[in-house]
T-cell receptor, first 113, second 111 residues
Framework: QKEVEQNSGPLSVPEGAIASLNCTYS??????FFWYRQYSGKSPELIMS??SNGDKEDGRFTAQLNKASQYVSLLIRDSQPSDSATYLC?????????????WGLGTSLAVNP | DGGITQSPKYLFRKEGQNVTLSCEQN?????MYWYRQDPGQGLRLIYY???????QKGDIAEGYSVSREKKESFPLTVTSAQKNPTAFYLC??????????FGQGTRLTVV
């Protein structure tokens, strides 16, 4: 059973701090990794994709991938109250014809003013 | 504008009634998915389709049915066999190995 695990939280950080969200996965052959943000009552929206080891930065967001250790993380710099949401990690376990993402249960983030 | 459209946004079902949720995409994606999300819970896969006229059961397919007659459309029917259908239903689409994009969701309530 392929699995993706996240700490459910809630993770609470003060405004302006760095929020660090982590995700581990079980399938060593996984190729594609995604972070989604979901506000309460809304659908998930993609914020970062990462495919190779290392860091990928986009504005205040940085995704970090370590395939040897089978984890992917998301850093949010200068956290804002508007970043308060649930963050979902998704993994594509194989880059071939398998198009079914495996989802973590999400980490709830609260940014306090 | 490209995207995924789900309708209706809110749906009420009476006991014993079948209802159909619509999902249409104009992103030219081959793969489409239906998820169910209960309050405070993660996404659970109901059905998915990788190509027209083919679909596979997900983790919680009992009480649901789908069709994929056109690439753009993947409707979900919640049948009377689904005893606890109240939930938030999400449709998504993707290309091979890439990220999924979601519609706005349909909130189904049994009355």
């Amino acid at each position: 059973q392929k699995e993706v695990e996240q700490n459910s939280g809630p993770l609470s950080v003060p405004e302006g701090a760095i929020a660090s969200l982590n995700c581990t996965y079980s399938d060593r052959g996984s190729q594609s990794f995604f972070w989604y943000r979901q506000y309460s009552g809304k659908s998930p929206e993609l914020i970062m994709s990462i495919y190779s080891n290392g860091d990928k930065e986009d504005g205040r967001f940085t995704a970090q991938l370590n395939k040897a250790s089978q984890y992917v993380s998301l850093l949010i710099r200068d956290s804002q109250p508007s970043d308060s949401a649930t963050y979902l990690c998704a993994v594509n376990p194989w880059a071939g014809n398998n198009r079914k993402l495996i989802w973590g249960l999400g980490t709830s983030l609260a940014v306090n003013p | 504008d490209g995207g995924i459209t789900q309708s209706p946004k809110y749906l009420f079902r009476k006991e014993g009634q079948n209802v159909t949720l619509s999902c249409e995409q104009n992103l030219n994606h081959d793969a489409m998915y239906w998820y169910r999300q209960d309050p405070g819970q993660g996404l659970r896969l109901i059905y998915y389709s990788q190509i027209v006229n083919d679909f596979q059961k997900g983790d919680i397919a009992e009480g649901y049915s789908v069709s994929r007659e056109k690439k753009e459309s993947f409707p979900l029917t919640v049948t009377s066999a689904q005893k606890n259908p109240t939930a938030f239903y999400l449709c998504a689409s993707s290309i091979q190995g890439a990220e999924a994009f979601f519609g706005q969701g349909t909130r189904l309530t049994v009355v």
